[in-house]
């Protein structure tokens, strides 16, 4: 990013919102190639907030930004104000939760970019963080005890999945017993998590929720039998009696309560939409919840002894997000006045930020802004339009498709597929930098929500099984055709990008059907689904999208790996990785590139360094090289413009050093060494 554009953007962002609003505004240009698109800089520097936390006394919020450049902890005061950075390690920090007694903020931090976490406090009102843990295997999942003198958190330190609690000050670290990150209970008594224990769930049919006593003792599942069900997100009703759960029981991911002593499941609702996220009311009377309608995210309130379901939000785009769909960032919690909830809202047009709505009624009030000046006019961004068609097979699909502002069926775009992360993963209507610049330049970008994706149901879900990169591709590429059909979209200039799964899905895709295709960028995905079998954490992924294992299933691993069609494939290739990634490595880049290079194939290749997997967890720098090497790789293969892709690629890696996560041999030779079970 060139030092005068930033000097435009910080001297004259009024001017160039206006100039924006000319070349990109009501009047169509003539060609794509004129449009110059959103600002790069702008962009990657309009980060967004997805995890936070509010003050015991409800008049603090502590949330994670990459305001300052890197991902630190911030404060501001419920009321408004101007935030204070609190934290500015030389990692990321992240995942804050306030001591009962609102003295300290407990948090979890890496360096690199490794996703290797560690427990570390520091004071609310800011000073030095004090490390709690200090060990080679990763601590999450932090919950307070009632007295604000230990953290619990979930660890491997212990060779399972355990429960430990770290004493803040004495540093002595004690084993709760096996369980998995969950809540703890109002009163300190118990923990609630979840469990698989369905043998060999390949297609991924169970969870349940298990109860553990917080001074240790044996664990029970209080949704035993149920192997064929999801049963996830539990959370303690205030007065420690009951769960408010998310169960998948009746073919949706649908509301319920749980009592704890029995076990009795109660759903407040049973429809065809899903939820997601619940929450109790302080006094609990009330459990709020997202909803899914079409993959914009709505917060809802139903009584919790069971009654109507009441809409809170209004706005488009993704309110209090949701964790159980992967791209769908963002959270809600209760006020402790009982009055108001803390939501974060993010939308086409508009960046993650904090917001306060009263539940009785009235305007929701915006407490954080991130969103850079050069882009706060709304009219700069394209919402994206739902479309339902029918698949090759006669299956009902969707996905979400932005086009261009001005542009009319008969245009033939330029047009790229964009396709999700996770397994289960799906495109919401949030904020998206990548998507709004590629729409901004003139392209149609079409993001499939194909079979496999999470909100449309179990039975949509697990369609995908054992089919991943197979029938699902078949969804997204009958969309693009119905597109190009419509005269939306000039087929022969059509390009293809994703991370994690996303990026297997862009290897694939170009290897099902190379001659679609002018080019592909790949975000951290696989090219050798084999040696992706053997990284410990890939295991589950591979059983359920591709199914089984290399030696049990041999011409599915073949047919959706890149590396052994390299001979039939001509598709130039972009492969964006990150330094500390543990799921996708660089192995898998060289995999392709030695492919690549005896059969002459168009490939190169950038390492962010010290970011871990998923750009929506990079800083601004990487974000912002990461656009501008897209842009110039799309426009060069689809285009036809002129850009020295490759000699960017060599400037944007100078000084990056090749590593592998620092966990993954340290983990083998460790668990590898231990009887089964061991602790």
């Known amino acids: 990013m060139s030092g005068k554009t930033v000097m435009i953007f910080a001297g004259a962002a009024a001017v160039l919102v206006a100039a924006l609003v000319v070349f990109y505004g009501p009047t169509r240009a003539t060609s794509p190639q004129l449009r110059p698109g959103l600002p790069i800089d702008a962009l990657a520097e309009t980060v967004w907030i997805e995890e936070f936390d509010i003050s015991p006394d409800g008049g603090l919020l502590v949330f994670k930004s990459a305001a300052g450049g890197s991902y630190d902890l911030w404060t501001v005061p419920t009321a408004g104000g101007a935030p204070t950075r609190i934290t500015g390690m030389a990692g990321r920090e992240m995942a804050p939760r306030f001591s009962p007694d609102g003295r300290w903020i407990a948090f979890e931090a890496d360096f690199g970019g490794t996703d290797v976490r560690d427990i570390y406090v520091v004071p609310s009102g800011g000073g030095e963080p004090t490390r709690l843990t200090d060990h080679p295997l990763s601590d999450a999942g932090i919950s307070w005890a009632p007295d604000s003198r230990r953290v619990y958190f979930n660890t491997s330190m212990f060779w399972d999945n355990s429960v430990a609690a770290v004493d803040i000050e004495t540093g002595e670290i004690e084993r709760v017993g096996p369980g998995g990150s969950g809540q703890l209970s109002a009163d300190g008594a118990m923990f609630a998590f979840t469990r698989n224990t369905r043998p060999q769930d390949d297609a991924q049919s169970n969870q349940d929720i298990w109860i553990m006593p917080a001074a240790g003792g044996d664990a029970r599942a209080l949704t035993p039998g149920t192997f064929d069900w999801r049963d996830t997100e539990p959370r303690w009703s205030p007065d420690g009696t009951r769960l408010a759960f998310v169960s998948d029981r009746n073919g949706f991911n649908n509301l319920g309560v749980l009592d704890a002593a029995t076990g009795e499941a109660t759903m407040l609702l049973t429809e065809d939409v899903e939820h997601s996220e619940p929450r109790w009311s302080p006094d609990g009377r009330w459990i709020s919840f997202t909803r899914n309608l079409d993959y914009e995210y709505h917060i809802f309130r139903i009584p919790a002894a069971g009654g109507e379901p009441e809409q809170l939000t209004r706005a488009t785009g993704v309110n209090g997000g949701s964790r159980a769909t992967g791209q769908t960032r963002g959270g809600h919690l209760w006020h402790p006045d009982g009055e108001h909830i803390v939501y974060t809202h993010s939308g086409p047009s508009r960046t993650g930020d904090l917001w306060i709505l009263p539940v009785e009624g009235g305007e929701p009030r915006r407490i954080t802004d991130h969103q850079h000046p050069a882009l706060g006019d709304p009219e700069l961004f394209v919402e994206p339009e739902f479309i339902e068609y029918t698949s090759f097979d006669g299956l009902e699909v969707a996905g979400l498709v932005y086009k261009p502002k001005g542009a009319s069926a008969g245009d033939r775009l ?20 990548y998507i709004q610049y590629f729409v901004s330049r003139g392209y149609l970008v079409f993001a499939p929500n194909f079979r496999g994706s999470t909100g449309r149901g179990k039975a949509y879900r697990q369609a995908v099984h054992t089919h991943g990169g197979d029938h699902d591709l078949r969804d997204a590429f009958a969309g693009m055709d119905l597109l190009a059909g419509q005269g939306w979209v000039d087929p022969e200039r059509v390009g293809a990008f994703g991370g994690s799964t996303g990026g297997f899905y862009t290897t694939t895709a170009v290897t099902k059907d190379p001659g679609r295709f002018r080019a592909g960028i790949v975000w951290y995905g696989s ?61 898998q880049i060289e995999q392709y590139g030695i492919q690549a290079e005896i059969h002459g194939n168009w490939y190169d290749w950038v390492v962010y360094g010290g970011e871990p997997h998923g750009w929506y967890h990079w800083g601004p720098a990487s974000v912002g090289e990461s656009l501008e090497i897209m842009s110039a790789m799309f426009d060069t293969f689809i285009l036809g413009d002129e850009h020295d892709v490759h000699a960017m690629a060599r400037t944007q890696r100078e000084g990056i050093r090749i590593q592998r996560n620092p966990t993954i041999e340290l983990w083998n030779s460790l668990v590898n060494g231990q009887p089964p079970g061991g602790g």
């Open 414 to 433: 330029p047009a790229l597929f964009f396709f999700r992360a996770n397994s289960n993963g799906q495109h919401p209507k949030q904020w998206h930098p």
């Open 527 to 587: 090219t050798d689904l084999v040696t992706l079998s053997t990284y410990g954490s890939m295991e589950g992924w591979n059983r359920f999208l591709i199914g089984r294992t290399p030696m049990e299933n041999p011409r599915n691993y073949y047919e959706r790996s890149i590396i052994y069609h390299a001979d039939e494939i001509d598709v130039p290739l972009l492969f964006l990785y990150a330094q500390g990634d543990g799921a996708a490595r660089f192995q």
